[in-house]
Structures are given as C-alpha cells and as structure tokens.
C-alpha cells in the first residue's frame, strides 16, 4: 500500500535556489529518507501477515507515514524541477519532460496516501467492506500509475543524450550510475507490478472463502485454503524488498556521483576539467 520511489536523473541537482550540483545536502535527504521509508513498507508488509489487529494497525500506520513522507518528496522534486525550468533551463533534455514524470510519480503517492487510510483496522464491520473496497481501488491505481511512472522514466532515462560536460560527472563514472540509475527503475517497476497485482488481492470480495476438496465453501481458516489477501501480502512483501534495493543503488549511485564530480556549486566538476584539458591539448 505504499512506495518512496522518485523520478531519476543523471543531471546535477539544484534545491530552493541554490547552485546545480551533485551531492547536494536535500538530495541526500531524499534518498535517505526514500530508504527509511522502504524498509518502513518492507516492514509493514511482514505485520500484515499477523492475526493481532494491533500489529496490523502498527504496520498500516508504517504505510500511512511513508506515504505521506512519499508525497513531500515528490513535491520537493517536483520544485525543484519546476525551478530549474526557470533558472537552470540549459540543464534539461529537451526531449524529456522531467516534470510530467515527477506528476506520475507525486500522483501515485496521493492514491497510496489515502489508500492506506482506509485500511486502518477497528471500523464496524458494516463499513469495512466498504472501505477496504475503496482503499484497494486507491492503491491499485497508485500501483498502475507508479507502473507508468517508472516506464516513462526509463524510456527516457536511456534515450538521454546529455555529455558528461553537462551532467557534471566523469566520463569514466557516467556510463556506470547510468547502468545503476536503470537497474535501480527495474526493481521500480518491479516492484509496482507486484503492488498491483497485491492491490486487487486486498479487494473485499476475495473474502477468503474458497472450495475445499469435497466441493463445499469453507473458511480460509482450513490449511489448505489460503487467503487470497495472504497471497497479496506476499507480493506486497517481495515488491518492497525490491523498493528497498532500489533505494540502496540509488544511494550508491549518488556516492559515485559525487565522488565523480569535485563538488562545486555552478561547476562541472572533474567532467570540466576533463573537456578543457582535451580541448587545450588540440
């Protein structure tokens, strides 16, 4: 019922009007914060596998809070963006709408956002099938969205054509955070097709009766007839395991990031020094 996956890019990052660059102190907030938040949902999915309601609520709350730390994200990277559009316009591919991207992805947050509200246990039970009903509907379509948001970011991804002049990284390092930066989307997109398939397993009326071997309905309760809803917390299980090793190539790329670059505000770091060399030697 959540995520903290973010729009990816190989350029240098520039927040609340500060110079682009790599390795800046908000960019590596977000991606700490992105981390925390996937072990959060990791963590969320094992507690939903208990029968005690006060562990289900425990973990509902951990999907509840990352998502809406999910939400400020985006809107931060959406700002971001919408400020280097104005200011730092020469920094964006003109093939590729950076902001459009980020929508896809701020959008998914909201649905999952509200989505987990409505999966919060204690309601009278002439509600919950209501509820759950429009919880599950909300996260699939934060699922499907996040799905869409993670393809458009990859198609774009590889088709930029951006030197290492430009994004501020060493020409030996580029290729490599660009391989990580793809490899990281696919555990993304992943992850959101487990998501969605988990979604509609939490509809209510997969109500965890099913047809037992003598062809009679019986509870969920017999071994050999799971919930469906159990299946759903599995893949749920596995998609943030992928969300959480996304986030840790995240982090590692942006180590290599600015480890390529040499830091400065408004510079081009060792990328810079790299084309003035070649272009004195000529």
Same mark, same amino acid.
């Given at each position: 019922?959540?995520?903290a *996956? =973010?729009?990816?890019?190989?350029?240098?990052r520039?927040?609340f009007?500060?110079?682009?660059r790599?390795?800046?102190?908000? %960019?590596?907030?977000?991606?700490v914060?992105?981390?925390?938040?996937?072990?959060?949902?990791?963590?969320?999915?094992?507690?939903?596998?208990?029968?005690?309601?006060?562990?289900?609520?425990f973990?509902?709350?951990?999907?509840i809070?990352g *998502?809406?730390?999910?939400?400020?994200l985006t809107?931060n990277q959406?700002?971001?963006?919408?400020?280097v559009?104005?200011?730092?316009?020469?920094?964006?591919?003109? %093939?590729?709408d950076?902001? &459009?991207e980020?929508i896809f992805?701020?959008?998914?947050?909201?649905?999952?956002?509200i989505?987990?509200?409505f999966? &919060?246990p204690?309601?009278? &039970?002439?509600?919950?099938?209501?509820?759950t009903?429009l919880?599950?509907?909300?996260c699939?379509?934060g699922s499907?969205l996040?799905v869409?948001a =993670?393809?458009?970011?990859?198609?774009?991804?590889?088709?930029?054509?951006?030197d290492?002049?430009k994004?501020?990284i060493?020409?030996?390092?580029?290729?490599f955070?660009?391989?990580?930066?793809l490899?990281g989307?696919?555990?993304?997109?992943?992850g959101a097709?487990?998501?969605?398939c988990?979604?509609? &397993?939490?509809?209510p009326?997969?109500?965890g009766?099913?047809?037992?071997?003598?062809?009679?309905?019986?509870?969920s309760?017999?071994?050999?007839?799971?919930k469906v809803?159990d299946?759903?917390?599995l893949?749920?299980?596995i998609?943030s *395991?992928?969300?959480v090793?996304q986030s840790?190539i995240?982090?590692?790329?942006?180590?290599i990031k600015q *480890?390529?670059?040499?830091?400065? %505000?408004?510079?081009?770091?060792?990328?810079?020094?790299?084309?003035?060399?070649?272009s004195?030697?000529?």
């Amino acid at each position: 019922m959540g995520h903290a *996956a =973010a729009h990816k890019t190989q350029r240098k990052r520039a927040f609340f009007g500060s110079e682009p660059r790599h390795g800046h102190h908000w %960019e590596w907030a977000h991606e700490v914060l992105s981390l925390l938040c996937n072990i959060a949902f990791l963590i969320g999915s094992a507690c939903f596998m208990s029968d005690s309601d006060s562990v289900f609520a425990f973990g509902d709350w951990l999907f509840i809070v990352g *998502a809406v730390v999910g939400v400020l994200l985006t809107g931060n990277q959406l700002h971001e963006q919408m400020m280097v559009k104005k200011h730092h316009n020469y920094l964006l591919t003109k %093939e590729r709408d950076e902001i &459009m991207e980020t929508i896809f992805y701020m959008t998914s947050s909201i649905a999952f956002a509200i989505g987990c509200i409505f999966f &919060m246990p204690g309601t009278k &039970m002439e509600a919950l099938e209501e509820q759950t009903g429009l919880g599950a509907g909300l996260c699939i379509l934060g699922s499907f969205l996040l799905v869409w948001a =993670a393809h458009f970011n990859a198609l774009a991804f590889s088709a930029d054509r951006s030197d290492s002049q430009k994004t501020g990284i060493h020409p030996n390092q580029e290729s490599f955070t660009k391989t990580l930066s793809l490899i990281g989307l696919s555990c993304t997109l992943g992850g959101a097709v487990l998501y969605t398939c988990g979604s509609f &397993m939490y509809r209510p009326s997969f109500d965890g009766i099913c047809v037992g071997t003598d062809g009679n309905k019986r509870n969920s309760t017999n071994e050999v007839c799971a919930k469906v809803a159990d299946y759903g917390t599995l893949l749920y299980l596995i998609g943030s *395991a992928l969300f959480v090793a996304q986030s840790i190539i995240s982090l590692a790329c942006l180590c290599i990031k600015q *480890a390529a670059s040499d830091g400065a %505000e408004g510079g081009d770091g060792e990328a810079q020094k790299l084309v003035q060399s070649i272009s004195t030697d000529w």
